[in-house]
C-alpha cells in the first residue's frame, strides 16, 4: 500500500485510490457506522483499509470532498432495490416448500450458518488450528479445510505432519455434499475452537529477535555465539541464517558485494530480486559491470512471473552461499546497517 503523505497532492489530481477513498469515507462516518462496514469486509480487504486508516494523517477539506463525492455519486446510481434478505427468503420459502425444504435451498444460496464462525477462524494462527484439528479424523480435516480461504487451508496442511496430507486432500477433492451429521460434528468442532481462540498463546519469533539483538550488540558478537552454541548448537545454527536476511545485501560494501556477485549465478539474482526492495536491486545493479547489468536487466523482463515460494527459496540460497563465504573468511559481512564516521 503506498504511503499516504502525499494524499492531498494526489487529490487534488483526483489520484486517490479506491481503498484511499474509502479510508477517508470511513473515517468521517464514526466508529459505529465504519464497524458495521468494517464486519462486512473479508480479512485481507479489511487489513488493507485499516492499514491506510491507521497511516493517514493531516487530511485536508479537499481529499475528503472527493472521496466523499465518488461515495455519493456511486449512490446516486443505484437503483434503491435490494436483494432479498435471508429472513425475507426464508418467510417466502416457508410457505413456498415448507420448513425442511426452505432450509435446505436456503444453505445452498448463502452457505451454513457455519461460515460466519469460520471467518472468525482466519484470525488465528495456522500453526495453532493445525494443531488443533491435528487429531481429528482425515475426513474432519478435510472439511474443516473446505469451510477456510485457500490461502489459510493451504498452511494449515502446511502446518499438519506430512505423513498424511496426501489423504487430507483427496477427502477434500473428492467433497461434494456434506451430510447432516458430519456438519454438526464440524460445527462442534468449530465451537471448541472459537471456545479456545481466546486463551491460545502468542506467537513470538525467539530465533528472529536475538538475531537482532546480536545484530545490533557492541562488543564482541562471535565470542557470545560461540557461547550459546555451546548450550544449543542448533538454535545457534537457526540464528546465525536469521542474522543473514536477504535485506541485508543493500548495506555491504561494492567489495564484498562484487564478491558475492560473482559467486552467484546471474539466473539466481534474476528471480531472487523479483519483487525486491529497490535499494537491494540498485545495490546489485550499480556493484554490476554495465554489460552484465544489461543482461541481468534482459534477463529479468525475459522471466516474467515466478512464484513467490521459488523467489524465498532463490533468496536463501544465496544468503547460504554468503553465509558461507563470511564464514570462509573471503568477505566482510555487515549484518546491521552501522552508523560510520569519516
Not at 86 to 103: E, F, M, P, Q, V
Not at 322 to 340: I, M, Y
Request: hydrophobic share 45%; net charge negative; charged share 25%.
Amino acid at each position: 500500500m503506498a504511503e499516504l503523505t502525499h494524499l492531498n497532492d494526489d487529490a487534488a489530481d483526483g489520484l486517490l485510490s479506491p481503498v484511499e477513498q474509502a479510508a477517508i469515507v470511513l473515517l468521517s462516518i464514526g466508529e459505529e457506522p465504519a464497524a458495521a462496514v468494517l464486519r462486512c469486509l473479508s480479512r485481507e480487504e479489511l487489513l488493507e483499509v485499516t492499514q491506510v486508516m491507521s497511516r493517514m494523517s493531516g487530511i485536508k477539506v479537499e481529499s475528503v470532498k472527493l472521496a466523499m463525492q465518488t461515495f455519493f455519486d456511486d449512490y446516486r446510481q443505484q437503483s434503491g432495490v435490494h436483494g432479498a434478505s435471508r429472513s425475507y427468503l426464508k418467510r417466502s420459502l416457508d410457505l413456498a416448500l415448507g420448513g425442511d425444504i426452505a432450509n435446505t435451498v436456503l444453505n445452498n444460496i448463502y452457505g451454513d450458518e457455519l461460515r460466519p464462525k469460520m471467518a472468525r477462524l482466519q484470525w488465528a494462527s495456522a500453526k495453532w488450528l493445525a494443531d488443533y484439528i491435528a487429531n481429528e479424523h482425515v475426513r474432519m480435516q478435510a472439511v474443516f479445510l473446505a469451510f477456510l480461504p485457500p490461502t489459510l487451508a493451504g498452511q494449515i496442511l502446511d502446518a499438519l505432519p506430512l505423513e498424511g496430507r496426501d489423504l487430507v486432500l483427496l477427502n477434500l477433492a473428492r467433497l461434494d455434499e456434506i451430510d447432516r451429521d458430519l456438519l454438526a460434528e464440524l460445527d462442534e468442532l468449530v465451537n471448541r475452537c472459537l471456545s479456545s481462540f481466546d486463551m491460545q498463546s502468542t506467537s513470538v519469533e525467539g530465533v528472529r529477535q536475538v538475531a537482532e539483538i546480536l545484530n545490533r550488540l557492541p562488543g564482541n558478537r562471535a565470542q557470545i555465539v560461540e557461547l550459546l552454541r555451546a548450550h544449543d548448537p542448533e538454535v545457534v545454527e537457526q540464528i546465525e541464517l536469521s542474522m543473514y536476511d536477504f535485506l541485508i545485501l543493500s548495506t555491504q560494501t561494492e567489495v564484498t558485494l562484487t564478491r558475492i556477485i560473482e559467486e552467484v549465478p546471474l539466473e539466481q539474482w534474476a528471480i531472487a530480486l523479483k519483487g525486491a526492495e529497490l535499494s537491494i536491486r540498485d545495490a546489485v545493479l550499480r556493484t554490476m559491470p554495465k554489460r552484465q547489468a544489461q543482461a541481468f536487466e534482459d534477463m529479468m523482463r525475459r522471466a516474467g512471473p515466478v512464484p513467490l515460494s521459488r523467489i524465498e527459496s532463490t533468496r536463501q540460497e544465496i544468503m547460504a552461499t554468503v553465509k558461507a563465504l563470511a564464514d570462509a573468511g573471503e568477505v566482510e559481512v555487515q549484518l546491521f546497517a552501522e552508523t560510520v564516521v569519516e
